[in-house]
């Protein structure tokens, strides 16, 4: 080996000790901090989903022990499972973003420390952002449309929804696509960013109507009384507590015509249990009004449509 040979060795080997001691300190810096800083972020953030569920949890929990407070608990609980739901995906949402943000300043500050020019790196990527933006800009409006109905809690799992396109049960939410499934048993995917309405029918409370057809020369008064006492008598039944939120109301004389009168009754119910409130609320004043005697309209040509039940609230027709 020459003298020559020996000094290339001597430098090369000094000029590497050199950059480990300083760009490749930086580096090596830039690449734990990147990793400090995410961890703290994750930790925030699952921080802050843990004390926001555990508070909804404890409003939920804050009930006494009546009637109304065990049908209040009974009601919300889907809801808090719900928001429970929708936490756990604004969470992991926001853990994504955590990462991508600070995988991406590591990588352009190591890129910079090893002597990679960023300038026409970053026109280059901003082109190509623009002409990806154009050519997908159904993908970017099907996130945002994501991202914005799991921050409004529009719909969530076990949710009966109507899209316009289609009606069933929500199955799974993403930032993409909506997965449901219909009465038939037919799967429906639906892009987040092409729904322009929801009619959400499992928020909140329902509405269960039954329409009573009674003769027309019956005694209003004495008719109301009697549908009342039934309704009385069902929110009275502890088997349907935290299905039907409240005592049925009689509203009045619907509707007059020929011989039937029409009267209305409404009451409050879970979502999810519109439908056989209805129908027990139907069978119940049915039994109330024949054992009272009361007269049902007279039958013409084309018969008369019974007892019927409209659609109320957030319920399904039945």
Request: proline share 3%; glycine share 12%.
């Amino acid at each position: 080996m020459t003298d020559l040979d020996i000094k290339t060795t001597v430098l090369t080997a000094e000029r590497i000790q050199d950059w480990l001691l300083t760009d490749g300190l930086r580096i090596l810096l830039t690449i734990v901090l990147a990793f400090v800083v995410r961890w703290l972020l994750h930790r925030l953030i699952a921080r802050v989903v843990r004390t926001m569920t555990e508070r909804t949890g404890a409003r939920h929990d804050d009930v006494d022990g009546s009637r109304a407070g065990r049908i209040w608990a009974q009601a919300t609980g889907q809801a808090r499972a719900r928001h429970q739901q929708r936490m756990a995906t604004l969470g992991s949402l926001l853990r994504s973003v955590v990462t991508f943000v600070v995988g991406l300043i590591a990588t352009l500050t190591v890129m910079d420390l090893v002597g990679i020019p960023l300038g026409p790196l970053l026109a280059s990527a901003g082109v190509g952002g623009v002409a990806l933006g154009f050519g997908a800009q159904s993908l970017v409006k099907d996130f945002l449309s994501g991202i914005f109905m799991i921050l409004e809690d529009q719909y969530g799992v076990g949710d009966v929804i109507d899209t316009g396109e289609a009606i069933g049960t929500v199955e799974e939410v993403s930032l993409r696509v909506t997965r449901l499934r219909d009465a038939g048993g037919v799967t429906w995917y639906v892009r987040n960013g092409e729904v322009l309405r929801i009619g959400n029918l499992s928020q909140h409370r329902a509405t269960a109507i039954v329409d009573v057809p009674v003769a027309y020369d019956e005694d209003v008064t004495r008719v109301t009384e009697v549908l009342r006492e039934a309704g009385d008598r069902m929110a009275t039944d502890p088997a349907w507590d935290g299905r039907l939120l409240d005592t049925p109301t009689v509203a009045g004389v619907e509707s007059i015509t020929g011989q039937t009168m029409t009267i209305r009754v409404l009451a409050e119910t879970s979502p999810g249990a519109k439908v056989e409130v209805q129908r027990e609320l139907r069978q119940r004043l049915k039994s109330a009004i024949d054992g009272a005697g009361i007269k049902a309209p007279p039958v013409g040509p084309f018969g008369y449509g019974g007892f019927g039940g409209a659609v109320g609230g957030t319920g399904a027709k039945p």
